[in-house]
């Protein structure tokens, strides 16, 4: 058990809706990065927040936004959902935003879009 | 284009075979960590190695770091069926005051037993 959370494990839905997907980093974590990960793809860096700021940006799609609240956990909103956005989403933590980074992933939400 | 190629992508070996897997760059790291991921979890932390020529031992797992930076193999003595997972390999880069990481695709491992 890694100490970071993420809500649901699984999310079914249809193209063209909207859904929210929310992370819960480690205890003392100030960093919150987004991964999709799809077969053909590998593991895509979407977004990057550092204690409710935005610090870096992936291959993040106009379509998707993130927030950081003030008690750190994180939701990764993705809209007009699309076949191709089915993938499992990560969500990492780490306890800095510069050094030596180690992050801590999630079991991850594997989104399906009939 | 991947700023990380690992390779193999797919590897089917027999329990007991030793193994090699690569992660290959032109770009220079500040380190590379490896991570090992099983189906339907997220990637578990293996290891980070810092220097040039660092090399890092896990049990039957051997880890190095290029001497520029630039690469890192991860060797398995022994191969076990609980060695069976995806590994990738993440690198570090100092970007605008703070630390970027790319990750490989990853090699799929499965050792038959």
């Known amino acids: 058990d890694s100490g970071v959370t993420q809500t649901p494990k699984h999310l079914i839905t249809a193209t063209g809706q909207r859904v929210t997907l929310r992370c819960s980093p480690r205890s003392g974590d100030l960093s919150v990065y987004w991964y999709q990960q799809s077969l053909d793809q590998g593991l895509q860096f979407l977004i990057q927040?550092?204690?409710?700021?935005?610090?870096a940006k992936g291959n993040i799609l106009e379509r998707f936004s993130a927030q950081q609240f003030p008690d750190l956990h994180s939701e990764l909103n993705l809209s007009s959902l699309e076949l191709g956005d089915s993938a499992l989403y990560f969500c990492?933590?780490?306890?800095?935003?510069?050094?030596?980074?180690?992050?801590?992933f999630g079991p991850g939400t594997r989104l399906t879009v009939l | 284009t991947q700023l990380l190629e690992q390779s193999p992508q797919f590897l089917s070996i027999q329990e007991g075979e030793n193994l090699t897997v690569y992660c290959n760059s032109s770009s220079v790291f500040s380190s590379l960590q490896w991570y090992r991921q099983e189906p339907g979890e997220g990637p578990v932390l293996l290891v980070t190695?810092?220097?040039?020529?660092e090399v890092k031992k896990l049990k039957r797992l051997t880890f190095q770091f290029g001497d520029a930076r630039k690469d890192s193999s991860l060797h398995i003595t022994a191969a076990q069926p609980g060695d069976t997972g995806l590994y990738l390999c993440?690198?570090?880069?100092?970007?605008?005051?703070?630390?970027?990481?790319?990750f490989g695709i990853g090699t799929k491992l499965q050792v038959i037993p």
């Open positions: 990492a933590s780490s306890a800095l935003a510069s050094g030596s980074t180690v992050q801590f």
């Open positions: 927040y550092y204690n409710g700021e935005e610090r």
């Open positions: 993440a690198g570090a880069r100092r970007s605008g005051g703070y630390q970027k990481v790319t």
């Open positions: 190695v810092v220097t040039g020529g």
